[in-house]
């Protein structure tokens, strides 16, 4: 049995990062140390040319799921293994500061394609409109291999970061309309617990400048609202909502090269 003084605090940050389209998900990935980035939806040039604008632009590594080791195009149906060896690999390279999957949705996609092309051999698939979908019996092995790729990717100690979009469902018990992550049965209620912490990007218009050339500054919101009361945070003094890139945000990528300064306020 260990002692409280044996608990590790210098864990590995482990982020999931949702917001709406446009509020600039893709684009805070650049931000962190030595990036790699599984650039699932295609949707990076927007971000790229944003920090290229800056003078900001990391030596980021990235890769796509739709072309093998070999350089050829896989099957939808191959993707999701191809994105697990690629995460894999990422983890492990140290030259990779902190491993990024951009795209939750187009995750889940993969793996639904996956799933149900290794059920047609063990049962009838189910068929509407010509294609074939999921069945009830495939959603837990599906809740279950987002987990493990989760899991897989925290036991690494390396900085881990998800991006997925928000929708609005109403809580059963309040009846007040939440956002939550948008992600199909009954895991998008518990997915966030998942990770060490929980953010929300918005994005706000001000004035055009040198740090804001669109006219549009970041946000990253980190502690719970009425809306989205699941938003957590693993790192002791951290403001409620912050804007990327000033003070608050470069402390807090100080403690996360440095190793790491998860402690407790969630």
Not at 99 to 106: A, F, M, W, Y
Not at 198 to 221: E, F, M, N
Request: glycine share 8%; net charge neutral.
């Amino acid at each position: 049995m260990k002692s409280a003084t044996d608990y590790p605090t210098n864990t590995a940050i482990a982020l999931l990062l949702a917001g709406d389209t446009g509020t600039g998900k893709s684009t805070h990935l650049f931000n962190w140390p030595r990036p790699y980035i599984e650039d699932l939806e295609g949707n990076l040039k927007g971000a790229v040319e944003h920090h290229r604008s800056l003078g900001t632009l990391p030596d980021f590594k990235w890769n796509r799921p739709e072309s093998g080791d070999d350089g050829k195009m896989l099957d939808e149906k191959q993707q999701f293994d191809n994105v697990k060896r690629h995460v894999a690999a990422a983890l492990a390279d140290p030259a990779i500061g902190t491993v990024c999957v951009d795209g939750l949705g187009r995750l889940c996609d993969l793996l639904k394609a996956k799933l149900v092309w290794e059920a047609n051999a063990a049962e009838k698939p189910l068929v509407v409109a010509g294609e074939r979908v999921m069945s009830m019996s495939l959603w837990q092995p599906f809740a279950n291999e987002l987990k493990r790729l989760v899991w897989a990717a925290r036991a690494a100690n390396k900085p881990f970061i998800l991006t997925a979009h928000l929708m609005v469902d109403e809580n059963e018990l309040t009846t007040v309309k939440e956002q939550r992550v948008n992600l199909q049965g009954a895991l998008k209620n518990d997915f966030p617990k998942l990770f060490s912490d929980y953010w929300q990007t918005l994005s706000a218009t001000c004035t055009k400048d040198a740090a804001h050339p669109r006219g549009v500054k970041y946000l990253i919101r980190t502690a719970p609202t009425t809306r989205n009361p699941s938003l957590k945070t693993s790192f002791v003094g951290m403001p409620d909502e912050f804007e990327v890139g000033d003070a608050a945000f470069k402390q807090l990528l100080e403690r996360v090269a440095g190793g790491g300064a998860n402690g407790g306020a969630k």
